[in-house]
């Protein structure tokens, strides 16, 4: 089960990087958005993320750890279920949690307030989908 999210109105990137932030504190979800689909190439699958700065392969969970560290502090478990490996894409939307088992209400309650508090300064609106 997924919850889809279209962004309206600048600023799209840093709403983007709210809703990761919201993402590595959610064990129950791992997620897509336009920016890791852009650059986290299907090698992922085989173990493999983009290449670091020396030009070498990196491993899946040291480019996830590299990519998130700036936004909050996860662990090296929490790398390796962030992003979906279900190899589904965005389409026309920006941003996807998909929970690894069906989300009760509550739970898909609490995510709606949680992007409320966190996109509402930012001046972002956004509808989410969940099915």
């Known amino acids: 089960m997924k919850s ?3 962004l309206y109105g600048p600023p799209i990137y840093k709403a983007i990087k709210a809703l ?6 959610m064990p129950e979800v791992c997620i897509m958005d336009t920016i ?3 650059y986290y190439p299907e ?3 085989l173990g493999y993320g983009p290449s670091s700065s020396d ?3 990196q491993s899946g969970s040291e480019w996830t750890q ?3 560290s700036p936004l909050a502090s996860i662990t090296v478990e929490r790398c390796d279920t962030i992003i979906s490996k279900s190899g589904e894409t965005l389409g026309d939307y920006d941003f ?14 609490d995510l709606i307030q949680k992007i409320d508090d966190t996109l509402s300064p930012l001046g972002v ?4 989908t969940t099915k």
Not at 96 to 109: A, H
């Open 4 to 6: 889809i999210i279209k």
């Open 20 to 25: 990761e932030r919201i993402a590595v504190d």
């Open 36 to 38: 890791i689909e852009q």
């Open 43 to 45: 090698a992922s699958a």
């Open 55 to 57: 030009g070498h392969p």
């Open 66 to 68: 590299n990519y998130f």
């Open 96 to 109: 996807y949690f998909e929970w690894f088992t069906k989300p009760s209400m509550n739970q898909i309650y």
């Open 125 to 128: 609106k956004y509808t989410i």
